[in-house]
């Protein structure tokens, strides 16, 4: 009697040749992708906001430079802009001191627990603002509220302001608490944000223009 024909489908050999290539192929993209991000996430240098060149994590200088949310057609969604230089804090801040100044912005946001209450990027919680776009929220802008409330002639001046005296300015329902936040640690927590706002997210948060008042540049 003539043996029948076996379904390739109920081949061992056939399952153990596509598991290899199926393993092979997926390796070979994961090792393309990891270099491909890694590449995307490097942050920028001096040098290349001088030039024009842009980043999705800019340099610690692009604190010196006025930076403006607009909508991108060809992505679908609102991209940083990083626009002319402009004076933060009455300054503007070299290579070294930028560098530093986020570090301690950085370390300031992780010691008194931000991420507790707000979102960094997408990581925190939901219970405070997102703070990603912070710095691009019209609230700082000079026809914003907070301005005024503050007494404060520049955005940087009313958010440090805001951060050391929280209680003084009542913005929400769910009111910030007094971190004890310094002098010193605000100014490098607000230089924290407005980095924060340069990076390229991919539209994150979504549609926070549109919930913002739409495209704005102040």
């Known amino acids: 009697m003539a043996e029948q024909p076996t379904s390739v489908w109920r081949s061992m050999s056939f399952w153990r040749r596509s598991a290899a290539w199926v393993t092979g192929v997926a390796a070979v993209l994961l090792i393309w992708l990891t270099f491909d991000t890694m590449g995307q996430i490097k942050m920028g240098t001096d040098a290349d906001l001088q030039n024009g060149v842009t980043k999705r ?3 610690p200088t692009v604190i010196n430079y006025n930076i403006k949310y607009e909508m991108n057609e060809k992505r679908g969604h609102e991209a940083p802009v990083i ?17 530093k100044l986020l570090h301690k912005g950085k370390l300031t946001s992780q010691a008194k627990n ?18 990603t776009k ?11 509220p907070m301005m005024g409330m503050t007494g404060k002639s520049t955005k940087e001046e009313a958010m440090a302001e805001f951060l050391q005296n929280p209680s003084k300015y009542p913005t929400h329902a769910r009111m910030m608490p007094n971190l004890g936040i310094t002098a010193d640690e605000a100014v490098a927590l607000v230089a924290f944000l407005k980095h924060m706002s340069s990076i390229d997210t991919n539209g994150f948060p979504r549609n926070f223009g549109k919930e913002q008042g739409g495209t704005y540049a102040k």
């Open 57 to 59: 994590v800019p340099a």
């Open 83 to 99: 626009g002319e230089k402009e004076p933060f804090f009455g300054k503007e801040w070299s290579v070294e001191e930028a560098a």
């Open 114 to 131: 931000c991420m507790n209450c707000h979102t960094l990027l997408g990581n925190g919680a939901y219970y405070a603002p997102d703070l």
């Open 134 to 144: 912070a710095w691009l929220d019209p609230a700082w802008s000079s026809d914003g």
